[in-house]
């Protein structure tokens, strides 16, 4: 098992990510550097081990492996796009070779998040930020509250204040909150930098 967060960066650097990214699905990788932060928090404050963990709109996977690698009892993965899960499968493959662990306490299942209602510990996820569907980032984590009463969830730092004062009324707080300078790799049309930093915030809601 991985045993410092900085170990748990190289090895989630290592890990494959979209060959081609979504402008519909608004997937973009999620840095290992801030992946690592998260998760290292997440165990920190017994969020992970021993715990039940979805990931949803887990993309290729980083945020559930590295659950795994933390010691997660099982690791639920769900996305819409078979592709990327299809990258997950090769990651897992590359963890079990590269690093002789063993896994075989997960699931990968390919559809919407409506379509999902396992009862789980811990949600932790990067959703879409809704700038091409409105409000999906909401979406997610209504599902993702609704599934579990602990979830971390990334968003850009613009829209912390209203998913914090959206969560009271849900019956849920942030009780606490990371910001990122997130970096955003080139891989779509409208991109015209081959890395722009945006400012991102992942909140650890609880209700």
């Not at 170990?7 to 979504?22: G, H, W, Y």
């Not at 017994?46 to 963990?53: A, L, P, R, T, V």
């Not at 396992?118 to 959703?127: E, L």
């Not at 879409?128 to 909401?138: E, L, M, Y």
Request: net charge neutral.
């Amino acid at each position: 098992m991985i045993s410092s967060k900085k170990e748990l960066a190289v090895m989630l650097s290592k890990l494959k990510t979209f060959e081609r990214a979504s402008e519909k699905l608004e997937q973009y990788a999620t840095d290992s550097e801030v992946a690592a932060e998260v998760l290292w928090s997440a165990s920190m404050r017994g969020d992970i081990e021993g715990k039940h963990i979805a990931d949803l709109g887990c993309g290729t996977g980083i945020l559930g492996i590295g659950a795994l690698t933390l010691g997660a009892k099982h690791v639920t993965f769900l996305d819409m796009d078979e592709s990327a899960l299809t990258t997950l499968r090769e990651n897992m493959h590359f963890i079990e070779n590269e690093y002789s662990e063993r896994h075989e306490n997960y699931e990968v299942f390919c559809r919407d998040i409506n379509d999902f209602s396992t009862v789980v510990d811990t949600v932790i996820m990067n959703p879409p930020f809704g700038t091409r569907t409105k409000h999906a980032d909401v979406l997610f984590v209504a599902k993702a509250l609704s599934i579990s009463p602990i979830v971390y969830s990334m968003h850009k730092t613009s829209t912390e204040e209203f998913l914090t004062n959206w969560a009271v009324r849900q019956g849920a707080r942030v009780t606490s909150r990371w910001r990122f300078q997130f970096p955003l790799k080139a891989t779509m049309r409208q991109h015209t930098k081959r890395i722009e930093r945006i400012e991102v915030t992942c909140l650890r809601f609880e209700r």
